[in-house]
């Protein structure tokens, strides 16, 4: 079992940065998991963030956060990073990390949702215009 818990949320303007961390813990730990971070905004569903294999070598991101958000990991400490640069109003929602049982996930199951298998409670992020 693997317990996940996200920090790092917050109110911030647009254009500001912000740098989510999700801490693992548990029997299994993250350092052989693939991780994703993903995101709902209210009244909509979980939508994909980012993603990143076991060792960082591959890593993968929604279109609408290339070039801004940095997916990065840290197996020495278990803990997977999120850092968010030239936010917008519309990357409002609560951020959640997610685990996978393998290593690696294939380009086209990265940002399935189902594709994870252990999730965190999420961390509140608000952009204000």
């Known amino acids: 079992q693997v317990q996940l818990v996200e920090s790092g949320g917050g109110l911030v303007q647009a254009g500001g940065s912000l740098r989510l961390s999700c801490a693992a813990s548990g029997r299994t730990f993250i350092s052989t998991n693939a991780m994703g971070w993903f995101r709902q905004a209210p009244g909509k569903e979980r939508d994909f963030v980012a993603a990143i294999s076991w060792n960082g070598g591959n890593t993968d991101y929604a279109d609408s956060v290339k070039g801004r958000f940095t997916i990065s990991r840290d197996n020495a400490v278990n803990t997977v990073y999120l850092q968010m640069n030239s936010l917008k109003p519309e990357d409002t929602g609560i951020y959640h990390c997610?685990?996978?049982?393998?290593?690696?996930?294939?380009?086209?199951?990265?940002?399935?949702?189902?594709?994870?298998?252990?999730w965190g409670q999420g961390t509140q992020v608000t952009v204000s215009v």
């Open positions: 997610a685990a996978a049982r393998g290593r690696y996930l294939s380009p086209e199951r990265r940002s399935n949702a189902a594709s994870y298998d252990y």
